[in-house]
Nanobody
């Protein structure tokens, strides 16, 4: 069983940057992809960025050019570097991992508990 723990959330001003970190427990050998999702207030959870074991990277159109996903395999840690943050980026951000697919909520196998990002 893979456990994911996010950190790095908080309140920032529009235009500022923030980095989220997701630490994965052991037994990640079965994981094919890792991703960041977010859930804005009153809205459904949506995909933000995905990184596969093959090195493929995908971003939601709303964050392209501003967010960057990366992974430190030696530390089993996933990152999300967020730049030029906007108020509409305000959401609860979740780290996710999947054995086969990470581009849909119902395809993810493991979730973190989330970290709040608030942009004002």
């Amino acid at each position: 069983h893979v456990q994911l723990v996010e950190s790095g959330g908080g309140s920032v001003q529009a235009g500022e940057s923030q980095t989220l970190t997701c630490a994965a427990s052991e037994h990640t050998y079965s994981i094919y992809c890792m991703a960041w999702f977010r859930q804005p207030p009153g809205k459904e959870r949506e995909g933000v960025a995905e990184l596969t074991r093959d090195g493929d990277i995908y971003y939601a159109d709303s964050v392209k050019g501003r967010f960057a996903i990366s992974r430190d395999n030696a530390k089993d840690t996933l990152y999300l570097d967020m730049r030029n943050l906007r108020p509409e980026d305000t959401a609860l951000y979740y780290c996710a991992a999947g054995r086969a697919d990470c581009n849909r909520v119902d395809r993810v196998n493991y979730w973190g508990e989330g970290t709040q990002v608030t942009v004002s």
